[in-house]
């Protein structure tokens, strides 16, 4: 890789402020946006996702150095920011746009989260809770409002409760 190449890579693990904060530390992270996916709503807005109708989960996309930083290494990143063993919620927040997914790219990234999520059920790292973490091909993204960008920089805080 030269470094001029760059990748994309989308999660869900609950609310997107911190998910999305968490990420932006990242070395090799150029971009994250905030934003929706795997609803069936087009252009959804914040409100109708957060009602549930749409289907969409909050995730953060991730534009990344893969010279830099490895999918892998954004899975670890993933893993580390929420609990990937609560259906539909995290901590306080519940519903299914809070679920946790991960949105592939390409048989590559799908390969790799499937294995990363079976090496975590069978770490122990969890308990005997279920990983129920859904893997599923990466949808067409809408960017949330521009008040959910960067929120964390923006209004101060710097963790979502899980």
């Known amino acids: 890789m030269t ?14 402020w911190g998910v999305e904060a968490a990420f932006r530390r990242v070395p090799g992270v150029t971009a994250t946006a905030a934003g929706y996916m795997g609803g069936s709503t087009k252009n959804p807005g914040y409100e109708q996702v957060c009602s549930g109708i749409t289907g969409h989960a909050e995730v953060v996309q991730v534009t990344y150095d893969p010279a830099r930083v490895t999918y892998d290494e954004l899975l670890s990143v993933f893993w580390s920011v929420h609990d990937p063993t609560q259906l539909n919620r995290q901590g306080p ?9 991960i949105f592939y790219h390409d048989a590559e990234q799908g390969q790799k989260a499937r294995r990363s999520k079976e090496e975590l059920q069978v770490s122990g790292r969890f308990g005997f809770g279920r990983i129920v973490t859904a893997i599923q091909p990466a949808a067409e993204f809408w960017r949330a409002e521009e008040y959910h960008q960067q929120y964390f920089e923006k209004h101060g805080g710097g963790s979502c409760h899980i």
């Open 93 to 101: 927040d519940v519903g299914s746009n809070y679920r946790s997914v």
């Open 3 to 16: 470094g001029d190449e760059v990748k994309t890579a989308t999660f869900g693990a609950g609310c997107f």
